[in-house]
């Protein structure tokens, strides 16, 4: 980095500056073959730092690592051990949550506020959370028909996984991810995103600060080759994995060649629903923060929304209104809500939906269609499209950006139609203040979290994560911990 940024504190810069290592075994290594690759500000577009690239021979180490962890001082640890390292790395996370949020403002182009209110407590009480599990793994004594027979089962953890996330929420993302499986007694290879490295790399200073053996949590900074060779390491039991559908396929696929454990949480395209009956102020806002929240760069961004005919000039008019005030600005100003999307490429792929659905036949209503070459940051206003029809690519795809089709519908079933049509069953939302159609539509949405009258709510306890295209498996809770175990029966004759 040449010069010092605007709004960054000198902790922050200091580390942003500092040559970055793989970690691997406890150390700050350089890769193996010395490559390195740079990560951008997406709220100017400069340099940031260089990032060391991850090769195969990264991916053995790291794996060896994790695994001598694993057969040596973390799996050594007794439970109650492993719950204190996890409250301890929070309170370091804690400790540093303003050079955290930071950190994550500068290399993912997320609003530094955001980060502050959203991000670092949601991380923080994610590893709390799941502090207090690995205390309470417990088997069963079965009580099995054989005489002088004693069978019990034993939880045990599911050993080295690989851990690939995405850039859109580095850091909490890193926190899903960890915490469950250091509950459960395993080890990780975790690989950040190639366009937001750096608080991954700030996080296992801390987690090692914190005191975890060295081994038990490794980062592979790198790119999709980096994660493809991780997945595919014979040495690894479990993946974990956040991004598109289009990669989760490809990893499901070899996961199912190798019969290694797999979670998937994948992309959405989730359905918004307004009944006429609906408090619209509180729809209003709901679908509003539902999409432009992180500028639609979220899995679970309420990106169709559908109002009954009765409403529906009413909600799009005023959504149309506050999409048009709203002010997008670099992510280490405070008073930016709206950052820049994460990088050219998202950029640019945002634009080219933008271009689609008006070629298509689609209205924008709000938001416009961005410069074809960006003049500084990766900046996208909050759009809105009305006159869509349901083939449209707008409607069909995830476009990750702040991009809103709005559609009316006559009555339910309609509304119910519509909203299921898709490949798609992360999320979906209903506002409506009878009791009856709210609980009745969440039964009816074929999505793996429902929305009644609230969008995005969250907690590290309640399961996460989607049907159909969007994933296996769930993330938060008892769930995730469960998909680090496996459950071993032992049979012992009494007789002797
Ligand atoms: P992506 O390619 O799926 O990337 C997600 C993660 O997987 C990154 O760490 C990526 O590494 C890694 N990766 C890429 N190819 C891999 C492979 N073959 N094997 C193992 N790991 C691999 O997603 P993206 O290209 O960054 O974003 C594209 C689209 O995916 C977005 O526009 C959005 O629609 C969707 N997306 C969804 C989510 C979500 O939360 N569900 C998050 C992000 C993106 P590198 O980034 O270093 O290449
Ligand atoms: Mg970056």
Not at 30 to 42: I, L, S, V
Not at 254 to 273: C, D, F, H, W, Y
Request: hydrophobic content about 45%; overall charge negative; glycine content about 12%.
């Amino acid at each position: 980095m040449n010069s010092p940024v605007p709004g960054l504190s000198s902790r922050a810069a200091e580390f942003v500056r500092r040559t970055h290592g793989l970690f691997i075994g406890g150390a700050f290594v350089p890769a193996a073959d010395g490559r390195t690759f740079p990560t951008y500000d997406p709220s100017t577009g400069a340099h940031l730092a260089d990032a060391p690239y991850a090769g195969p021979a990264d991916v053995d180490a790291a794996v060896a690592a994790a695994r001598s962890a694993l057969d040596g001082p973390w799996g050594a640890l007794p439970a109650l051990g492993r719950s204190r390292l996890l409250v301890r790395l929070a309170e370091l996370l804690e400790e540093h949550a303003a050079e955290l949020a930071e950190i994550e403002a500068l290399d993912g182009g997320k609003p530094v506020a955001m980060n502050e209110a959203m991000d670092l407590p949601a991380a923080i009480e994610h590893f709390r959370y799941y502090a207090g599990w690995p205390t309470k793994i417990e088997g069963e004594t079965i009580p099995v028909h054989l005489p002088d027979t004693l069978c019990y089962t034993r939880k045990e953890p599911v050993g080295v996984c690989a851990q690939i996330i995405p850039w859109n929420y580095p850091l909490m993302m890193a926190a899903w991810k960890l915490a469950p499986a250091l509950a459960a007694g395993c080890t990780v290879v975790l690989k950040p995103a190639e366009q937001t490295p750096l608080s991954a790399l700030r996080l296992a200073e801390l987690v090692r600060e914190a005191g975890f053996p060295p081994g038990t949590v490794n980062v592979l900074t790198g790119d999709g080759e980096t994660g493809r060779a991780l997945v595919r390491h014979e040495g690894v039991a479990k993946i974990a994995f956040t991004g598109s559908t289009q990669v989760g396929r490809e990893i499901a696929a070899g996961a199912g060649e190798r019969l290694q454990r797999v979670t998937l949480e994948l992309g959405g395209k989730s359905p918004n629903i307004v009944l006429a009956d609906a408090d619209i102020d509180a729809a209003v806002e709901g679908a509003f923060s539902g999409i432009y929240f992180n500028s639609g760069q979220t899995c679970i961004a309420a990106s169709r929304l559908y109002v009954h005919r009765s409403r529906y000039e009413e909600v799009v008019g005023r959504l149309a209104g506050a999409a048009q005030k709203a002010e997008v600005g670099p992510a280490l100003d405070r008073a930016t809500r709206f950052g820049p999307l994460v990088s050219a490429e998202q950029y640019e792929r945002v634009r080219g939906y933008l271009l689609g659905g008006l070629a298509a036949g689609a209205t924008l209503r709000a938001g416009e269609v961005p410069p074809a070459a960006p003049d500084g940051g990766f900046f996208v206003r909050p759009a809105l499209f009305t006159d869509v029809t349901p083939g449209m690519r707008i409607v069909r795809e995830e476009i990750f950006g702040p991009v809103l089709v709005a559609a009316p519908f006559d009555d339910v079933e309609e509304a119910v139609a519509l909203a299921n049509d898709t490949p798609y069953g992360l999320a979906a939302g209903v506002w409506t203040r009878s009791l009856g159609q709210a609980h009745t539509l969440a039964a009816r949405l074929r999505a793996g979290m429902v929305y009644l009258n609230s969008w995005a709510s969250g907690d590290p306890g309640a399961p996460f994560g989607g049907v159909k295209a969007s994933g296996i498996g769930r993330e938060m809770g008892r769930a995730n911990l469960d998909a680090y175990l496996e459950t071993k029966t032992v049979w012992t004759s009494l007789a002797f």
